[in-house]
Nanobody
Framework: QSQLVESGGGLVQFGGSVRLSCVTSGFTLDNHDIAWFRQVPGKDRQGVAYAGSAGIDIYYADFVQGRFTVSRENAKNTVYLQMNALKPEDTGIYYC????????????????????WGQGTQVTVSS
């Protein structure tokens, strides 16, 4: 059974940092693209960052503004999201999502193209 499990969330102060991990199992990470999404209060789920299967194609949402870095260690079946300079508006539940390479679909931030999702990890940024 394919699984994605996020961890690393918690309470962090304004301007602080946190690193989220997405540990995968039940499938070969090497041939899957992984994206991070977030659900912030009052907004639809939104794409945060994307890492293609080889870690070469990397994309970020405009609101990231250079503060976040997505990376992956396929040998460890893990994808990371390093978040720095956090703001209260970054508060939300962060999810990782996966899709097999070659799956037809749209833009990376379209949540409908991902079939596998983790349960999410809460990040709360205090002001």
């Amino acid at each position: 059974q394919s699984q994605l499990v996020e961890s690393g969330g918690g309470l962090v102060q304004f301007g602080g940092s946190v690193r989220l991990s997405c540990v995968t199992s039940g499938f070969t990470l090497d041939n899957h693209d992984i994206a991070w999404f977030r659900q912030v209060p009052g907004k639809d789920r939104q794409g945060v960052a994307y890492a293609g299967s080889a870690g070469i194609d990397i994309y970020y949402a405009d609101f990231v503004q250079g503060r976040f870095t997505v990376s992956r260690e396929n040998a460890k079946n893990t994808v990371y999201l390093q978040m720095n300079a956090l703001k209260p508006e970054d508060t939300g539940i962060y999810y990782c999502a996966g899709r097999r390479v070659g799956t037809p679909g749209g833009n990376w931030y379209n949540q409908r193209i991902y079939r596998m999702w983790g349960q999410g990890t809460q990040v709360t940024v205090s002001s």
